[in-house]
């Protein structure tokens, strides 16, 4: 039995309520009562597609069909279903009341609007989770390109639900667009720029998800988490999030490490600082003790063979350590690091350069620049790797003769101060 306004109403008077507040409480009764019919039926259709639609779609051997469940598109269309109930019962309930009727009808026509929106938006989200899914979509995301279109779409959207609310034709509300086109500009300004940038960015490929960019101008020295429409977020390695806006990323410089990881390589350029003071000649005895490590063997066998036949050829005689060519321990040393460099696991050897070299003099000694890339560009590892190296490097400078220069510190002055007190008071105890 339909539960129409008027029997609502003839029920209420039994209740000896006016025959107006009656009429009104029935419209009302009647209005909750189809809301009730289009919740449940809304109910039982989701019920429906979540015990027998989604099972169906998960079961099936392709996989892509799965992100129609996970962006909600199928369950959107479950909306139709209290629309379409409300659209063919109202008028058999509200058959006496044409106001009410109209008003309904203005109500399912925007309801229409918005769920064939939510339809739109789950479509588009589905589109560039397929997207994404290839590697691609990995490389170029369609991020900001869906939210540029969600945006036109819901604008366009809104309105078509102006033009059902105000009872005018849409096409009337378009050409107004034009008079407004300047405030639009101002309003989505960000979004366009946004658009533009983020165009710019796939097409140039100048970032993505994942990369680690440094940006100090915006406070950015992270990995990116996120590239919208307007923004992108970076979470710094100290875990805060820097946003930045998409232009910026145009407009602004910044440094995209992800050439490094694409590489294989991550370059270690750090140097040793030698106290000039312990360079010199290898006179017999350091030789002797240079023959002795492992590493050394085959550059002074090749290179004490070219300094013999070179003086040899000059007649020169070697009573003095000055005369002809002779091995020094900075140049040997320099020799034992790169042989080092060149038997270590963690190094490139192949590909990328490996070089030690020799720096201009300065005030705090020789610089002895160790030039080479690890092949593990984890951020602990190179850490790791780099300081082995170094570790390593530092501890043998005394085999060579060598000590690394160091600006003296304040126990350094203090203990100067002291033995130049204890050299006075004996001065004086003397005289």
Request: overall charge neutral; proline content about 4%.
């Amino acid at each position: 039995m339909a539960m129409t306004p008027d029997k609502i109403g003839e029920w209420l008077q039994h209740f000896k309520l006016g025959e107006d507040v009656a009429g009104n409480l029935g419209i009302i009764g009647a209005i909750l009562y189809l809301c009730i019919l289009a919740l449940v039926a809304n109910f039982l259709a989701k019920k429906l597609i979540e015990w027998v639609v989604h099972p169906v779609i998960r079961k099936t051997a392709i996989k892509l069909d799965d992100l129609l469940i996970d962006h909600h598109v199928i369950v959107h269309f479950s909306h139709l279903i209290p629309a379409a109930v409300i659209h063919f019962y109202a008028p058999v309930l509200f058959r006496n009341e044409p106001a009410v009727l109209s008003f309904i009808g203005l109500a399912v026509n925007t309801y229409l609007i918005i769920i064939t929106l939510l339809v739109i938006d789950g479509l588009i989200n589905f589109g560039r989770a397929v997207w994404e899914s290839g590697p691609i979509g990995r490389r170029y995301p369609a991020k900001s390109y869906a939210q540029a279109a969600k945006l036109v779409i819901n604008l366009i959207g809104l309105i078509f639900i102006l033009s059902a609310l105000l009872g005018k034709s849409p096409v009337v509300l378009f050409s107004g667009l034009g008079a407004v086109t300047a405030i639009l500009l101002l309003i989505f300004k960000d979004a366009i720029l946004g658009l533009v940038a983020g165009f710019q960015l796939s097409v140039n490929n100048m970032v993505m998800v994942g990369d680690w960019i440094e940006m100090p101008a915006r406070g950015a020295d992270g990995d990116i988490i996120d590239v919208s429409l307007t923004t992108v977020k970076v979470q710094n390695f100290d875990k805060t999030i820097t946003t930045i806006p998409t232009y910026a990323l145009i407009s602004d410089s910044f440094k995209n490490w992800r050439g490094m990881s694409e590489s294989g390589g991550r370059r270690i350029k750090r140097s040793l600082f030698i106290d000039m003071r312990t360079i010199r000649f290898a006179d017999k005895d350091l030789l002797e003790h240079f023959k002795r490590i492992r590493l050394l063997r085959p550059y002074l066998e090749a290179k004490l063979e070219e300094i013999q036949e070179f003086n040899q050829g000059f007649g020169i005689t070697m009573d003095e350590l000055i005369n002809g060519r002779r091995l020094t321990n900075i140049g040997t040393f320099r020799a034992y690091c790169l042989a080092y460099l060149r038997n270590h696991p963690k190094i490139h050897q192949e590909g990328m350069t490996l070089l030690v070299r020799q720096l201009a003099p300065g005030a705090q000694g020789l610089p002895l620049e160790i030039y080479v890339f690890t092949n593990d560009t984890a951020w602990v590892s190179y850490e790791d790797i780099q300081g082995d190296i170094f570790d390593h490097l530092l501890s043998v400078l005394p085999e060579f003769g060598l000590s690394p220069y160091q600006a003296p510190s304040g126990a350094d002055l203090e203990k100067a101060g002291s033995m130049i007190s204890r050299n006075e008071s004996f001065a004086e105890y003397s005289s």
